[in-house]
């Protein structure tokens, strides 16, 4: 079976398309889709190369990579033309999960597209994690207590970011400030923007226009490499509390209403 053959197939399952939408969005018919998903014919240079435009994947990619298996340098095509590189697995089929070092972080920005600089990251293989595609970054600052100056925030990639939950942690890639862990508050229908909020209200919160948003990865675990003394623990507590305190204090409000 041909590479391409399957691929067309794969890529047009992810979008989620019909054969006849599919053909629609590259201006070709039906009966093309379905002779080279079925493998009667082969598409032409002007073909693949509509294909290779339309998803954003190198042409060599489409006819010598396996997209299904999705290992080794692989490119997949998510939401508006954002590209995942790559979803590594080990020789036992397990996910590994890709770690930006403390260190390199600053040059995320640069290397979230090349395949070359997530190729050469360390990996590392989190078992309880659930489906989808991870990958761990680092954590500076105090803007996110407790979660501590060091630590690394594992997060699961959001194909789709206008599907966004209001006050989910994220770590969010923008053009102007690189890597930032922030509560997001999705108001894409309203202004087009994402609101990022800081748990430490020493940091005001800003929005970010969707066009300067690259990535958006959502809160999965924190793995933490200090520990925490007796009175973080505490501080955290406090933290907390007052954060249920707050949930209440809204509750009772929006209840003023009923008297």
Partial sequence: MKRIQTNIKHLRSLKKFSQERFAEELKWTRSMVGSYEEGRSEP?????IELSNYFDIPIDILVKNDLRKAKDTSFIEVGNKRILFPVTVSDMDEDLIEII?????????????DPEYIEQLQKIKLPFLPTGTHRAFPISGDSMLPVKDGSFVVARFVDDIKSIKNGRTHIV????????????????????KLELHSDNKAYAPYSVHLEDVLEVWEFTCCINTQEYSKEELKL??????????KVELKSIKGSEAYF
């Fill in 44 to 48: 032409p240079i002007d073909r693949l």
């Fill in 101 to 113: 070092p403390t260190k390199a972080s600053a040059g995320y920005l640069q290397g979230y597209a």
């Fill in 173 to 192: 890639l923008t053009k102007n400030d690189g890597l930032v862990y922030k509560r997001v508050y999705n108001k894409i229908k309203e202004e087009d």
């Fill in 236 to 245: 955290s507590s406090i933290m907390s509390m007052f954060q249920d305190l």
